[in-house]
């Protein structure tokens, strides 16, 4: 069974910094791009961040470039956000979300956690 | 960046009505589009995929239509339990972008 458990949320001040993390199990991991994916309160989806399995290619929404990065460690079947200069904006609920394995996998966006809560205020 | 206008933002409709949401992308996108519905507090649920591919499990009352810059969702009789916010989503290229959802409220 395909799980997806993110970690990491809670409460830091603007401008600060919070590491999100997203242990995943019952697939190969690493042979899968992963994405973030992020909804404000009362607000629509927004996607956030996405990285490729075994390359590692990185890919952001203009909204956070060059203040988050996305990662991944294989060899642990984690993915990663690393959240720096932090705004009251940022404040949502992030979803760590599996994408597909290969151009042809239809079973992109079939799996989601349940989401960490990041507030962001002082 | 890819912008996808959905719309509308909200409706009212009554148990067994036909509600079609439309999803509009700036340029072509081919058909990559999915269209997943939310419910209050949950994790959105992918119905549609390739524009028109139903998900397995997904009510056969759950259609997706359109390619290139103009899709669909159509809900051929409303059921009590399709009462949530749908989003379409582009992943065409990066960054990959979002509909504004549309809010689907009990007439």
């Known amino acids: 069974e395909v799980q997806l458990l993110e970690s990491g949320g809670g409460l830091v001040q603007p401008g600060g910094s919070l590491r999100l993390s997203c242990a995943a199990s019952g ?32 890919y952001y929404a203009a909204s956070v470039k060059g203040r988050f990065t996305i990662s991944r460690d294989n060899s642990k079947n984690t993915l990663y956000l690393q959240m720096n200069s932090l705004r009251a904006e940022d404040t949502a609920v992030y979803y760590c979300a599996r994408f ?14 349940q989401g960490t809560l990041v507030t962001v205020s002082s | 960046d890819i912008q996808m206008t959905q719309s509308p933002s909200a409706m009212s409709a009554s148990v067994g009505d036909r509600v079609t949401i439309t999803c509009r992308a700036s340029q072509g996108i081919g058909n990559y589009l999915a ?9 959105p ?28 969702l159509t ?33």
């Open chain 1, 27 to 58: 697939f190969t991991f690493s042979s899968y791009t992963m994405y973030w994916v992020r909804q404000a309160p009362g607000k629509g989806l927004e996607w956030v961040s996405g990285i490729t399995g075994s390359v590692g290619t990185t």
């Open chain 2, 45 to 72: 649920k992918r119905l549609i995929y390739a524009a028109s591919s139903l998900q397995s499990g997904v009510p056969s009352r759950f259609s997706g239509s359109g390619s290139g810059t103009e899709f669909t």
């Open chain 1, 100 to 113: 597909k394995t290969t151009p042809d996998d239809a079973e992109y966006f079939q799996h989601w956690g």
């Open chain 2, 35 to 43: 269209w997943f519905q939310q419910k209050p507090g949950k994790v």
């Open chain 2, 75 to 107: 809900i051929s009789s409303l059921q009590p339990e399709d009462f949530a916010t749908y989003y379409c989503l582009q992943h065409y290229n990066y960054p990959l972008t979002f509909g504004g959802g549309t809010k689907v409220e009990i007439k």
